[in-house]
């Protein structure tokens, strides 16, 4: 398996534009988390799905951002209008749940630049 | 909410020296995850301790789960410029909600 894939790696973007960050999970694997990583506020997860349904998204800062998981194997994050605020690095991992708490693998991450 | 606090945030060492990083919760966990993040990186999973006083060693790096299942630590010795990083402990509430971590800087 080639991992969590994430796309863009990078996109720089001028503030008002809709920007949407693509996730593909590994194979086989039921939760999905989405992360925002920037030096002020760290690793904040955002929203987790389980089997495509979001679980819990009090994690997402304000109406603007909205995430979507169609499919078991694709999920979308999606800014608009993005703000010079929103620049930061979004983490797409997943896992699967087997008993206990297992493993999260990370994709690459998309670095946002909203200028 | 539920989330793990850690200790230090921010350790510099000196290349050769020895180093602990603490995680403490306020309530009881099932199980607590270890995870690093080399700068630039995403996380990467480390090590996962489930029972009570579990002890697990990876090579340079020692991961102890307390009695109480209520804290948690990460030992190195021998710090190398590899170990370069964010640790963060993850408590396990199915939320998979990360701490502030600890940022390890080496001095050669």
Same mark, same amino acid.
Request: aromatic share 10%; charged share 20%; net charge neutral.
């Given at each position: 398996?080639?991992?969590?894939?994430?796309?863009?790696?990078?996109?720089?973007?001028?503030?008002?534009?809709?920007?949407?960050?693509?996730?593909?999970?590994?194979?086989?694997?039921?939760?999905?988390?989405?992360?925002?990583?920037?030096?002020?506020?760290?690793?904040?997860?955002?929203?987790?799905? =389980?089997? =495509?349904?979001?679980?819990?998204?009090?994690?997402?800062?304000?109406?603007?951002?909205?995430?979507?998981?169609? =499919?078991?194997?694709?999920?979308?994050?999606?800014?608009?209008?993005?703000?010079?605020?929103?620049?930061?690095?979004?983490?797409?991992?997943?896992?699967?749940?087997?008993?206990? =708490?297992?493993?999260?693998?990370?994709?690459?991450?998309?670095?946002?630049?909203?200028? | 909410?539920?989330?793990?606090? +850690?200790?230090?945030?921010?350790?510099?060492? +000196?290349?050769?020296?020895?180093?602990?990083?603490?995680?403490?919760?306020?309530?009881?966990?099932?199980?607590?995850?270890?995870?690093? %993040?080399?700068?630039?990186?995403?996380?990467?999973?480390?090590? +996962?301790?489930?029972?009570?006083?579990?002890?697990?060693? %990876?090579?340079?790096?020692?991961? %102890?789960?307390?009695?109480?299942?209520?804290?948690?630590?990460?030992?190195?010795?021998?710090?190398?410029?590899?170990?370069?990083?964010?640790?963060?402990?993850?408590?396990?509430?199915?939320?998979? +909600?990360?701490?502030?971590?600890?940022?390890?800087?080496?001095?050669?």
């Amino acid at each position: 398996d080639a991992g969590v894939i994430q796309s863009p790696r990078h996109e720089v973007t001028e503030m008002g534009q809709e920007v949407t960050l693509r996730c593909k999970p590994i194979s086989g694997h039921d939760y999905l988390f989405w992360y925002r990583q920037t030096m002020m506020r760290g690793l904040e997860l955002l929203i987790y799905f =389980n089997n =495509n349904v979001p679980i819990d998204d009090s994690g997402m800062p304000e109406d603007r951002f909205s995430a979507k998981m169609p =499919n078991a194997s694709f999920s979308t994050l999606k800014i608009q209008p993005s703000e010079p605020r929103d620049s930061a690095v979004y983490f797409c991992a997943s896992r699967i749940s087997a008993g206990l =708490n297992t493993e999260a693998f990370f994709g690459q991450g998309t670095r946002l630049t909203v200028v | 909410g539920q989330q793990v606090m +850690q200790i230090p945030q921010y350790q510099h060492v +000196q290349e050769g020296e020895d180093f602990t990083t603490y995680c403490n919760s306020s309530t009881t966990l099932s199980n607590i995850q270890w995870y690093k %993040q080399r700068p630039g990186g995403h996380p990467v999973f480390l090590i +996962q301790l489930v029972k009570s006083g579990e002890v697990k060693k %990876q090579k340079r790096l020692t991961f %102890q789960f307390g009695e109480a299942k209520k804290n948690s630590s990460l030992h190195i010795t021998a710090t190398q410029t590899t170990d370069v990083g964010t640790y963060f402990c993850v408590g396990s509430w199915g939320k998979l +909600q990360f701490g502030a971590g600890t940022q390890v800087v080496v001095t050669p």
